[in-house]
């Protein structure tokens, strides 16, 4: 899980939020018999954080991004399109807090997949990390063998927290791994390629060519917005590591 630095509330959001949160505490907390069970059946129908003035500002932040495990899910161009899409996912559910409904930093850009298998999961104690936390999402680091997220130190709390996220979210699925590890050790191969050709590239044509060639493919790997954070971390790292190749790169682009 990588860090993502939401912006500031969308004005649109601070402007209603009193008036729409509203409904949604009257629904949950307000109508209920001494049973605590609720009267009215249906709960609100509103949905305003999928308005564009709010939804595309976090899919903005999240780069479309799935903030727990970073695939993509494309975004419809109509609300008609039955294609898999991201979801706002409320971190914490509406029904156990629904004074969070319209809470801009209870919103995680999310994907089907990761939204439907958290659904209204809750663990007060141990809740699943957020990746808008710069605190939980260092609890947890990338393994570059494996694609997957593993936790870096074993604390019982962390373990737990990490258990959950793990078993909510599509954070370590399989098919999420795999593309994760290619996606970063396709990078990595340019960068070691180019740094082990370049002593041998004076007036070389075929070597530089080659080279190019690498530079082509990390800068295109760098435009695939897919996993955009882990990416954009590992493409730096390699960058401090391999001074004369990010040098080069830079050449390339001037
Ligand atoms: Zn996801």
Redesign the pocket.
């Known amino acids: 899980m990588e860090f993502i630095e939401r912006s500031s509330e969308p004005a649109y959001l601070s402007e209603n939020k009193k008036q729409w949160t509203k409904h949604w505490v009257d629904h949950y907390r307000e109508n209920k018999n001494v049973n605590g069970k609720l009267l009215k059946e249906r709960k609100p129908s509103d949905s305003h954080w999928l308005h564009d003035l709010i939804r595309k500002v976090l899919i903005n932040d999240f780069k479309n991004n799935?903030g727990?495990?970073g695939?993509i899910r494309p975004t419809p161009i109509s609300e008609e399109a039955r294609v898999p899409r991201g979801h706002v996912d409320h971190y914490r559910a509406k029904a156990k807090y629904p004074e969070l409904t319209y809470e801009w930093t209870n919103y995680i850009w999310?994907?089907e997949?990761?939204n439907v298998e958290k659904g209204e999961f809750d663990d007060l104690e141990y809740p699943i990390l957020n990746p808008c936390e710069l605190s939980d999402c260092g609890i947890v680091e990338f393994i570059i063998d494996t694609g997957a997220y593993c936790i870096k130190n074993m604390c019982q709390a962390h373990k737990l927290r990490f258990k959950n996220t793990e078993e909510k979210?599509?954070i370590n699925a399989n098919v999420i791994n795999v593309k994760r590890k290619n996606r970063v050790k396709f990078i990595i191969s340019n960068f070691e390629t180019i740094n082990t050709l370049m002593p041998f590239s004076n007036d070389n044509e075929s070597i530089n060519e080659l080279i190019k060639e690498n530079i082509k493919n990390i800068l295109n790997s760098l435009e695939d917005q897919e996993f955009y954070f882990l990416i954009q971390k590992n493409y730096l790292d390699l960058r401090d590591k391999h001074i004369d190749v990010a040098k080069l790169i830079d050449d390339n682009c001037s």
Do not use: D, L
């Open positions: 799935c727990y495990c695939s999310s994907c997949s990761c979210t599509m």
